[in-house]
């Protein structure tokens, strides 16, 4: 491991243990930076602001706990293991979402599945494909429909069992609704994102 990938899994990790205690929206970038026993500069030449920070682990952490070959048929277990893996990290979780915004962890995940779903319509094996304006505008409304309900269960303080929920999501993500949607292509179809 380089020593900027360990300076920032330190970071990361004075940011956890601190949030053992206290609000995310309370941290400022000192108290990150005291707690890991570095200066601010150091910090700053590591991440632009405690949101980067949060973005980072999103990306080093959860990334590594979803599946890398998702597929139309596969991308419920994906789901299902960022799901137990946010329970095991419940703490964690629960007070990075209280913050929405930029770079805030909603934000990743919202990213995250528009890409997914993106990557899905476009990779759809025999099919026609849609315009890329297309692509966005239902990708972009399936990455809410994913993030809205994981969030619903988040913020319900992820004691239920996850898989009700990963259930109906699979079944309004079912490989039939997709292959309807892409084989629908005029332009009054699908309005473009404004």
């Given at each position: 491991m380089s020593n900027a990938a360990f300076t920032k899994l330190m970071i990361a990790q004075g940011l956890k243990r601190l949030l053992k205690t206290t609000s995310f929206v309370n941290l400022s970038v000192g108290d990150i930076a005291r707690?890991?026993?570095i200066s601010r500069n150091t910090f700053y030449y590591h991440f632009k602001d405690k949101y980067d920070l949060i973005a980072w682990i999103f990306h080093t952490e959860i990334s590594?706990?979803?599946?890398?070959?998702i597929s139309l048929g596969h991308w419920r277990e994906s789901l299902l293991a960022l799901c137990k893996y946010m329970q095991e990290n419940r703490d964690f979780y629960l007070n990075v979402l209280q913050f929405q915004g930029q770079n805030s962890f909603t934000q990743c995940l919202m990213d995250f599945y528009q890409g997914l779903v993106a990557h899905l319509l476009f990779h759809a094996d025999s099919q026609p494909a849609l315009s890329p304006a297309q692509i966005r505008?239902?990708?972009?409304f399936y990455a809410y429909g994913i993030t809205g309900i994981l969030l619903d269960w988040a913020h319900n303080g992820m004691t239920a069992d996850p898989e009700p929920a990963v259930n109906m999501l699979e079944k309004l993500l079912s490989s039939d609704t997709v292959h309807q949607i892409l084989s629908t292509r005029t332009e009054h179809d699908l309005v473009p994102p404004v």
């Open positions: 707690e890991c026993r590594s706990v979803l599946q890398d070959d505008t239902v990708s972009r």
